[in-house]
């Protein structure tokens, strides 16, 4: 059976089934070897948001598979006009689009655009909300190390309340029976965070979380959200910096992985980030396989067998 | 003697609470009075006209403690006459209008424009005054001038009054010119950025979450005020459950405290937002069941004085934007009296008479309406008509408010207006 797929907004909104088969595909998916799996289609990426790694991915991806793009950002485009989202969104899906990725620091903004706009939509970040193919290719990341996700201990470090990544990743862990950990200091890591899903539990404590962790998943956190918060900066990195010393705490064959940007000598420090643990630059890798396979699912293009 | 100004109700069942009457009864209004009300077919022959209103209930006129219409300066989202025209949809005879419009109304002029007969209200208006002038929250509003203008209440609806001691002055002022302060009850240094209730649907969906400590420790702060000046402390749109063990604390005290809910907030939930659906936008929040929960204990103990709606009115491209964007406020006026029977009167079990008092006597008494909120001989001819049993489905795209911004669109309720009298006329007829 094909899982079929209208667009990708979050997590939430798909199934198991369909997970897997985005995963499996994603697997077979080869940005060294262009197809043209997608020729003729036109990918519109609607950037409201400054981006690097997923703007790109989405754009390889797209044009990787034969697939032509456009970029339309606020600056030099009617959105400084004042236009809405909704009729930005009927505009490029009149000029031809077929399909949007759409970047937007508003949460639920994606679900604006596919409330009235015809043509796939695929989130690529809503505000504090959703980030669900970077879940995506973190799961797989992740697979590729730990075979499966059942059973799994990932701790997730940082800003956990200002992370769509960090709510995506743990409504996905959560799917597949993985124990997923929050920690950080209060300010940032709200008790409430436990309810997202079920298995999803709160530690203040990352000295006591990463204990026989099998995946560590470190957040960016900017500087100027700590500001006016109870944790001082200097206290943030005593405290929760992902150092050698405390990925000994995790297991022997814990995997390190950050969605990026990194803040080095912040979040986590060099020997970290460009340690033999790291997964970094292998999940940005496979952020093009992934967002390659959303793609050729949501354009109708997959041949899922 | 006969009349053609004049009407007679007949065989209805009237509920007048303030009257202490629930029985089969006839009405007769003339020259814009209640001449007589009295047994069935007692009066008969003594109206130009006739109407049956077997199998319905006969109140005394609704009166909403709490609406936005708009005007002056925001006719695109509602006007004084299609807002009242709302209002009579819905049952409502008088409409206590805020006066967060376009300019403010902290002045007698605006407060007297509104009135004026060119405003064209189908009901009612009855201004509630800023309580500071254009509602900076920094210099009191001359009270007395504004109540002879005809103001009911001052209040900064929308912008609560966060200064302690100019809140004190404010409920000091209201003590001496006996006017009641109404209080939007909001901590706004806890709820900066915030777009929701604070819980797990707000982090869900990663939207900044307003917490129940900003209404409460607001409403706590101001009782105490309260029981300091003796000046008539009312709390509008109530929302939480701390918010309302500190009224039900107060009551206890004796002090002159009031409190409204709206619809809304005693039957949906946060968590009804579901994906970012902006008609459930309002503020204060939803709040979370416990929340609702109490408030339905709240009116069944008799805690909560009135039921008022918020009716804030938006237009389309006001709503159909970002979540976060979205303007706060839904409309209201057409669904009350439905909302109130299926939830509390079905559900809960509430008596009707103890509804009809929340909708009409009590909010008379607590904006002191002097001939309204009652069906005694020789109150105002304000009369609400409706069928308590009968079913019916709204629909948003035929509501009479210039705004469509309801939750409640397709929803099926129980209890509908059947009339509405004001002054001795009928203004709708459902």
Redesign the interface.
């Known amino acids: 059976m094909k899982p079929q797929l209208h667009a990708l907004l979050g997590i939430e909104q798909l199934t198991n089934q369909q997970i897997e088969a985005m995963l499996a595909l994603a697997r077979r998916m080869d940005p060294s070897r262009p197809s043209q799996l997608l020729h003729g289609k036109r990918v519109a990426l609607l950037f409201y948001e400054s981006s690097t790694r997923t703007r790109t991915s989405f754009e390889f991806a797209a044009k990787t598979l034969g697939a032509t793009t456009t970029l339309v950002t606020p600056v030099s485009s009617s959105i400084e006009k004042g236009e809405?989202?909704?009729d930005t969104g009927w505009t490029v899906a009149s000029l031809g689009a077929d399909a949007i990725v759409m970047r937007?620091a508003?949460?639920?903004?994606v679900?604006?655009l596919a409330r009235?706009v015809q043509v796939p939509i695929v989130n690529a970040g809503?505000?504090?909300?959703?980030h669900p193919s970077q879940a995506l290719l973190d799961a797989l990341t992740i697979t590729n190390h730990k075979k499966k996700l059942r059973g799994l201990r990932v701790v997730i470090v940082g800003d956990v309340?200002h992370s769509?990544v960090a709510?995506s990743n743990a409504e996905l862990l959560s799917r597949f029976d993985a124990s997923v950990v929050f920690s950080g200091p209060p300010d940032l890591v709200?008790e409430?965070?436990a309810?997202?899903a079920p298995g999803v539990t709160v530690c203040h404590d990352l000295n006591i979380a990463l204990q026989g962790a099998d995946v560590v998943m470190a957040l960016r956190v900017q500087r100027e959200r700590l500001a006016g918060k109870d944790i001082s900066v200097e206290d943030y990195m005593a405290s929760y910096q992902i150092t050698p010393q405390r990925m000994k705490l995790a297991k022997p064959d814990a995997i390190l992985m950050h969605p990026g940007p990194v803040i080095r000598g912040m979040e986590l420090t060099s020997e970290v980030a460009d340690g033999p643990q790291s997964c970094i630059h292998e999940q940005v890798r496979n952020g093009v396989k992934t967002r390659m396979a959303i793609l050729a699912m949501l354009l109708g293009a997959a041949r899922t067998e | 003697m006969t009349g053609t100004d004049s009407l007679l109700i007949a065989r209805g069942r009237v509920v007048d609470p303030a009257a202490g009457v629930d029985q089969e009864m006839d009405v007769l209004l003339r020259d814009g009075r209640v001449a007589a009300v009295a047994s069935p077919g007692k009066l008969r022959g003594q109206a130009g006209r006739t109407f049956n209103a077997k199998g319905c209930i006969v109140a005394p006129g609704f009166i909403d403690l709490h609406v936005h219409l708009r005007e002056p300066g925001q006719a695109h989202k509602e006007t004084i006459a299609t807002g009242t025209v709302a209002a009579a949809a819905g049952g409502f005879t008088s409409v206590c209008a805020m006066p967060n419009t376009v300019p403010v109304n902290d002045s007698p002029e605006i407060t007297r424009w509104m009135q004026s007969p060119e405003r064209g209200a189908l009901g009612n208006v009855f201004p509630i005054a800023a309580a500071t002038v254009g509602c900076m929250g920094e210099k009191l509003t001359n009270f007395a001038a504004l109540k002879r203008a005809g103001a009911v209440a001052v209040s900064d609806d929308g912008k609560p009054i966060l200064d302690d001691r100019l809140m004190g002055k404010a409920l000091r002022a209201a003590a001496r010119w006996k006017i009641p302060v109404v209080q939007h009850a909001e901590d706004t240094r806890m709820t900066a950025g915030c777009s929701m209730n604070?819980?797990?649907t707000s982090?869900?969906?990663?939207?900044h979450g307003m917490p129940n400590a900003a209404e409460a420790s607001v409403v706590e702060r101001d009782i105490s005020l309260a029981r300091m000046t003796k000046g008539h402390l009312h709390i509008a749109h109530l929302s939480t459950r701390e918010a309302l063990d500190a009224v039900r604390r107060a009551k206890k005290g004796g002090l002159p405290v009031t409190a409204e809910v709206t619809p809304h907030h005693f039957t949906l939930v946060d968590a009804n937002v579901g994906?970012?659906n902006t008609h459930y936008k309002m503020n204060p929040p939803l709040r979370s069941a416990a929340d609702r929960d109490a408030l339905i204990a709240g009116i069944l103990d008799g805690t909560i004085d009135a039921i008022a709606t918020d009716h804030a009115p938006h237009a389309f491209?006001e709503k159909?934007?970002?979540?976060?964007?979205a303007a706060f406020g839904i409309t209201g006026l057409e669904t009350a009296l439905a909302i109130a029977i299926t939830v509390l009167h079905q559900h809960f079990n509430l008596p009707l008479p103890r509804i009809v008092a929340l909708l009409s006597s009590n909010p008379a008494k607590i904006f002191s309406l002097e001939g309204r909120g009652t069906l005694r001989q020789g109150a105002c001819a304000d009369v609400s008509i409706f069928d308590p049993r009968k079913e019916w489905t709204f629909d948003a795209s035929q509501s009479y408010s210039k705004s469509k911004n309801t939750p409640f669109d397709g929803w099926s309720f129980s209890g509908k207006v059947v009339a509405t009298i004001v002054g001795g006329k009928v203004v709708y007829e459902g």
């Open positions: 809405s989202l909704i937007h508003n949460s639920g903004a679900y604006l009235y809503d505000g504090m909300h959703q309340y769509r709510r709200p409430v965070a309810t997202i | 604070f819980g797990p982090f869900r969906l990663g939207v994906d970012f491209h159909q934007v970002e979540f976060e964007k």
